[in-house]
């Protein structure tokens, strides 16, 4: 149903068309920070950024990342991966593919052993990223204030 296929350079103009469309820009800002990020995460040994098709269309974006690695000194355990995505083109937006592709790759990683816990921090005002994440199976943690929401998934029976 999905595949997940890791990101080229040859895909950041994709990407950066995507990063403009008003649906994701409100979320994750100035599209040219958001590529000097991902091609950060495409030069480390600790990411996986990659394309999401669905039945073989490039439909979004997801970046897993060893949660540990990527914020040194911050408060993940080992084991736990960190991850972002978007959908991002405009005529598959809120058809609950979000939700299946991020359950399906999640399960993936806390099935297959890679990871104990997945994080994600929203912003608390992305209603559909939350709701999202909840649908894919990711818990609210500590209710604290502030702009992001703390949320997780772990792996079965943990």
């Given at each position: 149903m999905f595949t997940f296929t890791p990101l080229r350079p040859a895909d950041l103009?994709?990407?950066?068309?995507?990063?403009?469309?008003?649906?994701?820009?409100?979320w994750w800002g100035d599209p040219e920070a958001g590529i000097r990020e991902i091609r950060r995460l495409m030069a480390s040994d600790?990411?996986?950024?990659?394309?999401v098709a669905w039945q073989g269309r490039q439909i979004g974006y997801?970046?897993?990342?060893?949660?540990?690695?990527a914020m040194p000194g911050g408060d993940a355990d080992p084991g736990s991966f960190g991850i972002d995505l978007?959908?991002?083109e405009p005529?598959?937006?809120?058809?609950g593919l979000g939700t299946a592709f991020l359950?399906?790759?999640t399960d993936r990683?806390?099935?297959g052993g890679r990871a104990a816990r997945i994080l994600a921090r929203p912003a608390r005002?992305?209603?559909?990223?939350?709701?999202?994440?909840?649908?894919?199976?990711f818990h609210p943690l500590a209710d604290e204030d502030g702009p992001l929401l703390a949320m997780a998934k772990d792996r079965p029976g943990a």
């Open positions: 103009p994709r990407l950066r068309h995507w990063l403009t469309m008003p649906h994701v820009r409100a600790w990411a996986e950024p990659m394309l997801l970046q897993a990342y060893d949660a540990v690695s978007f959908i991002g005529s598959y937006v809120g058809k359950g399906a790759y990683l806390l099935k005002l992305n209603h559909r990223a939350v709701r999202c994440l909840e649908g894919a199976g």
